[in-house]
């Protein structure tokens, strides 16, 4: 399976960008989505989830309100739109599949997508 994320880009303090990853997988509507980030000298962290259907929505406490997590089963294809941007977003953002219906903090991402980076000036 392969993940492509991509979206990613240089925004001002306030911006917003979208973020979509793309699934090569036929079977992508099976399974949770998630979004991570790892931003310069720290580690990976979840930002936000999403399940199968799209109806259970999870999020990071950093980002609940500013980002929106959604999913086009039809395409593949799960989105993360960024909106109130700030420097402490600023971040290389994977996308991630989970080998379950939905999520949990138990449980780990089985596949990868490659990253893309987000850069907030202030």
């Known amino acids: 399976v392969q993940l492509q994320a991509y979206g990613g880009g240089l925004v001002q303090t306030g911006g917003s960008l979208r973020l979509s990853c793309a699934a090569s997988?036929?079977?992508?509507?099976?399974?949770?989505m998630g979004w991570f980030r790892q931003a310069p000298g720290k580690e990976r962290e979840f930002v936000a989830a999403?399940?199968?259907?799209?109806?259970?929505?999870y999020y990071a406490d950093s980002v609940k309100g500013r980002f929106a997590i959604s999913r086009d089963n039809a395409k593949n294809t799960v989105y993360l739109q960024m909106n109130s941007l700030n420097p402490e977003d600023t971040a290389v953002y994977y996308c991630?599949?989970?080998?379950?219906?939905?999520?949990?903090?138990?449980?780990?991402?089985?596949?990868w997508g490659q990253g893309t980076l987000v850069t907030v000036s202030s």
């Open positions: 991630a599949e989970y080998p379950t219906k939905f999520y949990s903090r138990d449980y780990v991402p089985r596949y």
């Open positions: 997988e036929r079977t992508f509507s099976s399974y949770a």
């Open positions: 999403i399940s199968w259907g799209g109806g259970r929505l």
